[in-house]
Structure formats: structure tokens, C-alpha cells
């Protein structure tokens, strides 16, 4: 396993040095920094671009500039970065212009890419498994046009109708009843659509699905949640509770004693751990404590997982590892919901609480609240995300569709279902597994994609981010500044294509076996 | 099937050839001729309504002589009467739309149907130029490394490999800014970076066929290397071809629109569909149809090739096609109404 990560990680590395040496040539040979400068009538035109040429070290050929870029960039290795420097932008260093802007960018993409991939696969999943049906149909439709869609127009669409409206509801937030069946007979017609087969049952589902929507609406609306939203003890108990079933249903282990009593007691033990950590929350207030939080809630799941577990006690431990892991969303949500109210009474959020411009609030960056500030970025990367996901979801949706449908036609499938197994068993032990292999490797290419978008959609929302520096550095002949967001994104990219290496090789024991041998 | 078979007047059967398999499978998917025909439509309204500029810069010029604007090179005029680079007095206040401007007009009164007409012209030539310089590329040097194998392979590997790991916009944009905006050049340009996506798609149909039976007997029969790529595996890896090629240049119709919008494509005074979209961002709230109709001929454009694309998958690879299944909602729904009212 090391030895093959390690392979692949030297084989990529070199493969980003030759790629980072084309970028750099190309950049350096396209444009000239000298530009404005010669075209100037000033005086001292001639001696500011000596002083500029000594300064960016023009005299030396661009071939041998990118090996001097390439050892400043090297001693990033030993904590020295040397990128250069941005002339710019006042000949800031690049690695300086790059910190802040790193941050914002990385969390809009890798955010993006995750949610995409999720929602992507559990779509292309369910029309794979509803093959033919209306719903099938509507969801193909609709990834064709999503896919044909120019992003820079989507996210323009979204700041302009999107949050504008959002914004007006959460600022007088009312339901009527009315809307709230409407709302209800949607979800009810989605969830038949989804679920299938015959009218009877469809027509249970559709009626089951609308009744409990639509209270649930109305009881949202009474108790003023869209005005006041939180989640407190009874929102973290549900959700956990969810994931629970969720992971239960992915790993098919409905019906077996051990996992579910194992899983049981993780998602309880969150649950208890609600109270005593509302103080971790509070003095630990750090980005870095969600981390923290969530290896520990892992590690007491496993740790449950292997006592319960029995014979199974690895598969057992890992999977409610995993459920502990995941429980830190709801618990952290509940973190940010808590300051729902003091972030909405902010004087500067006067246009609403979806922001529509750059990456955060400019006077709440210094604030000492991590969960404020988690929460203000949170209310910043919901349009550009979505605007990042909508066109990905429609690849990955098709991609999955077209890979599960293969899968499913295979023998050891029918064998499965031959011999008895359940479908849920079926589709998820047998078919899933073996659909995320080819669909791992299109997510390396993919995060491409999305680092493209995130230039476009950087532009629309006016985030100070990567992008806007690629842009910048770009459109004033800065090698440096194109590079500092080249070596970023090239490293990025890089780290997605490992993990993706890694999820393949958990997932598919014969590339294991064939690299231990 | 019996639309397979067909006589000649001696009453034998005459076998239809693949070509003709595909081409009738093709004109059965309904979404994929629509499209072409919407794509047909298009691309006649976009280069007859305001005619077209061969060779020369494209840029605006003052005639020294009669101090007439003209634009650099051969224009051939169109039945539009109306110019993308004149400007008009306001027909309706603010320029909005009206019989004369059906799509509007600008602040400055320039024809916004026009001017989406050069725009879409100047796209649909990078697509086209992508199209077929990155098909030929990945094509060839699919076919080169999965042929040859062994170090040829690698070698063209690590190329492509290195073409991947730099994000297509990012190249383009590095590549494209030093065009100065010149529509086929950029056309060419992007062209010749996206094909590593086929490349790898084309070598992997051909690492499978050169194993298969009548590549052994072709070169067995003495076939030169070059001849069996071109003659015997190529037609049989056709349909990855023809498909992928199309995603290329929806794709490409994309890339293209956003590199304008971002300003490393196409600049102005020439046109661009993103480029139009860029140059009235912030009007979006006072005049929305300077937004809406580049928008829509981007998104006409590139679903309408996504749906060829599709069509030519179906009638290449059969297996992948959809069997619409008779839906049987509706006899249910007779049957449960039709079963209550037997019982009352």
C-alpha cells in the first residue's frame, strides 16, 4: 500500500514539475512585463524599467528564470517559501498574496467537489435503479441542460434571483398554509417518482410524504424556525439518528444484530456527548477543534464498534467510526445556528444574510468568535458553491447512471441476486462498490473543472480569492502570481488524484493484491 | 429486423452497410434531430441575417479618405439591416426591445440582435475549429500509443498527462490572452489542448482491438502498420470517435464563452457570446435582455450538440440504447377505478 502511494506520488510529482515548467514558459514567453512602461511618455520610463528588469531578473533567458522560480519554490519543502515577488501588486511577495487568498478558494472548491459528488452519485444511483421511468427521463433531461449551461451565466442568474428572493423571506419569514401543501404534494410527487413501482404504493408514498412535508412546514412556520432557526438537542438527536439509518441502509447491515446495536450506541453516545461538549465549543474555539472533535467522536466509535462487534468486530468498528466521524456535522451546524440572531442583528448585513459579494464580511474577519466567522463564510460560499456544483452534479449524475447500469448487467451480480441476497444488500455490497472505482477516477479529472469555474465564479461574486489573482497576474504579465496560483491548485489537484488512488485501491482489493505482489 | 432487409429487383437480399445501420438509428432519436435542425437553423439566421467578414483583422478602421467607419477585410453583407458595430438611435426608451430591435438595443443603441448574430457566428467557428483539430490530435495520438504501445506510448502519455494536470481554462487563459482576440487563432489554440481526453479514450479502443483476430490476419496477409490502423482498426473504433468529438465541442463552446468573459478570449470591438455576457454584467437589473438572449444562443448551441452527441452514442452502440417501456400507471389507474366501480 505505501509502496504503491509512494509510486504514484513521485509519478505525479514530476508530472506537476513539467507541467508547472510549460505553464511557466508559456506565461513568460506570452507577455511582457515591461509593457505599460514602454508605452509610457514619462521621464523616468527608462530607468524604472531597469530597475524593474534587475528586479524580476529579465536579463536571464525565461528558460533559465523558471529553474531560479523553481528553487525558491523548493524551499517551500523546509517552511522557506520563495515565490517571488507580485510587482503587481506593489511587489508583495507572492506567498503572502497567496495565504489569504488560499483559504477562501480552497474551501469554495473542495466544499464544491465533496457536495457534488455526493448529490451527483445518489442521484445517478436512483435513476440507475429507476431505469426508464419518468423520473429517469426528467433527471437525464435535466443533466443535459445543467451541463450545457455556461457557468459565469448560472452564478449571475443565481446572485441575481436566488438570493435576492432568499433573502427577502428569511427577512419576513411566513408560510401560509397554503403554500405549505403546495410544498407537501412536490415533495410527495418527488419522493413517488423516486421510490416507484406500482400506483398503490406510489400513491401511499406520495400521500405519506405530502401529509408529514406539510406538517412539518406548518409546525417550522408556528414555532417562527425560519426567523429563529436551530437546531439544540432534538435537532442533533434526529439527524444523528439519520445518519445512523443512512450508513446502516449504505452498508446494508439493516438486519444485522451486531451493527445495528453497534451503531446504536455511537450515534446515543453523540448524543449524550451533546451537553459536556457545548464547553469544548466554547473554550476551544478553534477551527481546528471541528478536527478534533470529529477524531475523537471516530475513535470512540470504533472503540464501540470493536467491543460490540464480535466476530465482524474490524468491518463493525470502522463503520461506526465512520457514523461518529460524520455525527460532527450536525453538532457543528448547531454551533453555527446558535448564532444565528446575533449574526442577522450584524449592522453591516443590511442586503441579507446570503451574501452575494466576496468571501466574507470585511469587518467580521478579526472577529474572535471562530463559529461566527465559520458561520459568516458559511453565509459567503453558499451561491458560488452551488454555482461550482449544479454543472459537476449533472457529469457525475450521468457518469454514475451509465456506470451502475453496466455494473448491474454483470454475472456476480446475478449470482448475488441468485443466491438470495437481498437488493439492498445487492446494490450496495456488490454493485456500488465496484461503480465507484471508474467513477474515482473521473473526480481527479473533474477538480480541473472546478478550479476553472472557480475563476469564473470568483469574478461574479467578487471573491478576492486564487482566481482573482490568476486573473490579475494574467492580465498585467505577472509570471510570479500566475505561478503562486499554478503550484497551489497543481498541489490541489495533485492531492485529489491520491485520494482518489487510495479510495480505488480500499475499494478494489484486486489492485491491492496486485501491488503487494 | 426488418427494416434491415432490403431486395433488388432479382428478389436477393441486400445486406444495408454500417453507415446506413447508423445513419437510420440516428434519424429514429427524435431529441438528436431536432437538435440538428435547431443547430442547422442557428447557424443559417447567425451567418445570413448580418452577413460575415472574410480574412482581414475584423477590427473597426476609419477610412482616411471619407472618414467612413468600415471594418478591416471582405464583408459580405446579410438581409439584417442593421450593423454589430454601428450604432442606432433609440427606438424605445432605454433600448428596450421593440419591432425594429426585436432583441433591444444597448445604451449606446447598438442592435443586440445583431450583435448576438456575429457573436454566435464567432463561437460556432471555435467550436467547429475545435472540433476538428482536437479530434485529428487525440485521434492520432490515441491511436499512436495504443498501437505502438511501449515507448511510444509512454512518451505521448506523459504529454497528455501533463496537458490533464493544468485545469483547461487555466491553459487556455494563459495561452489566449496573447491572441489578441482573434477568434481563429484562439479557435486553433484551444484546439490543439483539448484533446487529451480523446487521446486516452482512442488508445484504449485501440489497445483492445490490435489483440483482436482480423488485426492478426491482416498482418498476417503482410498489411503495412499503417494500413491496419487506418483501414482495420479506425472504422471500429469510429463511434468512440464521432460521439467524443461532439462532447469536445460542447465542451469547447464553454471554454471559449468563458475565456471572452473573463477577457483572454475574444476582446473587443470584435464579438463573442461571453464576451457580450461580460460587457453587460452589471446592466443585468435595468436591461435584462442584453443578458438573456447571448445567454440563451450559448446554452441553444451547446445542449443542441450535447443531444446529437447523444444520438450518434445510440445509434453507434445500440446496447446503450433507451427501450421506452409502455407505461402501465395509467391501466392501473383504469383497472383500480374500473374495479371500485364493479363492486358498487
New interface residues.
Given amino acids: 500500500m505505501l509502496k504503491f502511494i509512494s509510486r504514484r506520488l513521485a509519478a505525479t510529482f514530476v508530472v506537476l514539475i513539467v507541467a508547472s515548467f510549460v505553464v511557466y514558459m508559456l506565461v513568460a514567453l506570452t507577455s511582457d512585463p515591461l509593457r505599460d512602461l514602454r508605452v509610457s511618455n514619462d521621464q523616468s520610463a527608462q530607468h524604472k524599467m531597469a530597475i524593474l528588469s534587475e528586479k524580476l531578473q529579465l536579463d536571464v533567458p525565461p528558460f533559465f528564470r523558471y529553474f531560479l522560480w523553481l528553487r525558491g519554490a523548493a524551499g517551500c519543502v523546509i517552511g522557506q517559501c520563495d515565490l517571488g515577488i507580485a510587482f503587481s501588486r506593489g511587489d508583495q511577495p507572492v506567498a503572502a498574496a497567496l495565504g489569504t487568498a488560499m483559504a477562501s478558494t480552497l474551501s469554495l472548491v473542495v466544499l464544491a467537489t465533496i457536495l457534488a459528488i455526493v448529490f451527483g452519485i445518489a442521484i445517478g444511483m436512483t435513476t440507475a435503479l429507476r431505469q426508464y421511468s419518468a423520473y429517469d427521463y426528467t433527471v437525464t433531461f435535466g443533466a443535459f441542460i445543467f451541463y450545457s449551461l455556461p457557468i459565469f451565466w448560472v452564478a449571475v442568474l443565481l446572485k441575481e434571483f436566488g438570493a435576492i428572493k432568499f433573502n427577502e423571506f428569511l427577512g419576513a419569514p411566513d408560510i401560509p398554509l397554503g403554500v405549505a401543501i403546495g410544498l407537501g404534494l412536490v415533495f410527495g410527487f418527488i419522493a413517488q417518482a423516486i421510490v416507484g413501482g406500482r400506483l398503490v404504493a406510489r400513491l401511499k408514498i406520495a400521500g405519506a410524504v405530502a401529509v408529514l412535508a406539510t406538517i412539518l412546514l406548518v409546525i417550522l412556520d408556528a414555532t417562527q424556525w425560519f426567523a429563529q432557526p436551530s437546531i439544540g438537542i432534538i435537532g442533533v438527536t434526529l439527524s444523528v439518528a439519520g445518519i445512523a439509518a443512512f450508513i446502516l441502509f449504505a452498508t446494508s447491515s439493516m438486519s444485522k444484530r451486531r451493527y445495528v446495536i453497534a451503531i446504536g450506541a455511537t450515534a446515543a453516545l453523540v448524543v449524550a456527548l451533546w451537553f459536556p461538549l457545548q464547553f469544548v465549543w466554547f473554550f476551544l474555539n478553534n477551527p481546528l477543534t471541528v478536527i478534533l472533535v470529529a477524531l475523537v467522536l471516530a475513535v470512540l466509535g470504533w472503540l464501540l464498534g470493536w467491543f460490540i462487534g464480535g466476530d465482524d468486530r474490524k468491518d463493525v468498528a470502522r463503520i461506526a467510526a465512520i457514523v461518529g466521524a460524520l455525527a460532527t456535522i450536525p453538532l457543528l451546524l448547531d454551533q453555527l445556528f446558535i448564532r444565528w440572531e446575533t449574526y442577522t442583528n450584524l449592522s453591516s448585513l443590511k442586503s441579507g444574510v446570503i451574501a452575494t459579494i466576496g468571501a466574507n464580511t470585511p469587518t467580521m474577519a478579526s472577529h474572535p468568535d471562530t463559529w461566527l466567522r465559520m458561520l459568516d463564510s458559511a453565509a459567503h460560499l453558499v451561491l458560488p458553491t452551488i454555482a461550482l456544483m449544479v454543472i459537476s452534479i449533472a457529469a457525475y449524475t450521468r457518469y454514475t447512471r451509465a456506470t451502475l447500469l453496466e455494473v448491474l448487467n454483470q454475472d456476480y451480480v446475478r449470482t448475488a441476486r441468485a443466491k438470495g441476497l437481498n437488493e439492498s444488500t445487492v446494490v450496495m455490497r456488490h454493485a456500488f462498490r465496484n461503480t465507484l472505482i471508474p467513477i474515482a477516477t473521473i473526480i481527479a479529472f473533474d477538480f480541473g473543472a472546478i478550479i476553472g469555474g472557480a475563476i469564473i465564479t470568483e469574478r461574479v461574486f467578487a471573491w478576492q480569492g486564487m482566481g482573482s489573482l490568476f486573473s490579475y497576474g494574467l492580465h498585467h504579465s505577472d509570471v510570479n502570481l500566475v505561478m503562486g496560483f499554478f503550484l497551489v491548485t497543481g498541489i490541489a489537484t495533485v492531492a485529489f488524484n491520491i485520494v482518489a488512488d487510495i479510495t480505488y485501491s480500499v475499494l478494489d482489493p484486486r489492485i491491492r493484491l496486485s501491488e503487494e505482489a | 429486423m426488418a427494416a434491415s432487409v432490403e431486395r433488388t429487383e432479382t428478389g436477393d437480399v441486400v445486406g444495408l452497410s454500417l453507415g446506413d445501420l447508423v445513419r437510420g438509428r440516428f434519424f429514429r432519436h427524435r431529441a438528436a434531430v431536432t437538435s440538428l435542425i435547431v443547430l442547422g437553423v442557428i447557424v443559417l439566421l447567425a451567418f445570413t441575417s448580418v452577413g460575415t467578414i472574410i480574412g482581414g483583422t475584423g477590427k473597426l478602421t476609419a477610412d482616411p479618405a471619407s472618414g467612413l467607419i468600415a471594418l478591416d477585410g471582405f464583408r459580405i453583407s446579410g438581409w439584417w439591416p442593421y450593423n454589430w458595430y454601428e450604432n442606432y438611435p433609440l427606438s424605445n426608451p432605454g433600448g428596450l426591445p421593440s419591432w425594429e430591435h426585436p432583441f433591444g438595443q444597448d445604451t449606446l443603441g447598438k442592435d443586440i440582435f445583431a450583435r448576438v448574430m456575429r457573436g454566435t457566428q464567432q463561437s460556432l467557428a471555435v467550436v467547429v475549429l475545435i472540433g476538428m483539430l482536437a479530434t485529428v490530435m487525440g485521434v492520432l495520438v490515441g491511436a499512436l500509443s495504443g498501437y505502438f504501445r511501449g515507448k511510444v506510448d509512454a512518451v505521448l502519455m506523459?504529454i497528455t498527462?501533463?496537458?490533464?494536470?493544468?485545469?483547461?481554462?487555466?491553459?487556455g487563459?494563459?495561452?489566449g490572452?496573447?491572441l489578441n482576440g482573434n477568434a481563429v487563432a484562439l479557435g486553433i489554440l484551444l484546439g490543439l489542448i483539448t484533446w487529451p481526453?480523446l487521446a486516452r479514450l482512442v488508445r484504449g479502443e485501440f489497445l483492445a482491438l490490435r489483440e483482436r483476430e482480423f488485426v492478426d490476419a491482416a498482418r498476417v496477409a503482410g498489411a503495412s502498420s499503417r494500413h491496419i490502423i487506418f483501414r482495420h482498426i479506425l472504422p471500429n473504433s469510429i463511434g468512440v470517435i464521432v460521439v467524443n468529438a461532439t462532447l469536445l465541442m460542447?465542451a469547447g463552446i464553454?471554454t471559449e464563452?468563458?475565456l471572452s468573459?473573463?477577457?483572454?478570449g475574444i476582446l473587443p470591438p470584435d464579438i463573442s457570446l461571453?464576451q457580450i455576457?461580460?460587457e453587460y454584467?452589471e446592466a443585468?437589473?435595468t436591461r435584462p435582455w442584453l443578458?438573456w438572449w447571448p445567454?440563451l444562443f450559448?446554452?441553444m448551441i451547446?445542449?443542441s450538440i450535447?443531444?446529437v452527441g447523444?444520438g450518434l452514442r445510440d445509434a453507434f452502440d445500440p446496447r446503450?440504447r433507451?427501450?421506452?417501456?409502455s407505461?402501465s400507471?395509467w391501466r392501473?389507474?383504469k383497472e383500480?377505478v374500473g374495479g371500485k366501480a364493479a363492486t358498487k
Avoid at chain 2, 498527462?161 to 491553459?171: E, M, S, T
Wanted: charged share 15%.
Fill in positions: 506523459r498527462d501533463v496537458i490533464l494536470i493544468i485545469p483547461g481554462l487555466v491553459l487563459a494563459v495561452l490572452h496573447s481526453g460542447s464553454l464563452t468563458a468573459y473573463l477577457g483572454f461571453g455576457i461580460s454584467n443585468f437589473k443578458f445567454g450559448i446554452v451547446a445542449l450535447n443531444f447523444d446503450q433507451r427501450m421506452p417501456k407505461t400507471l392501473e389507474f383500480l
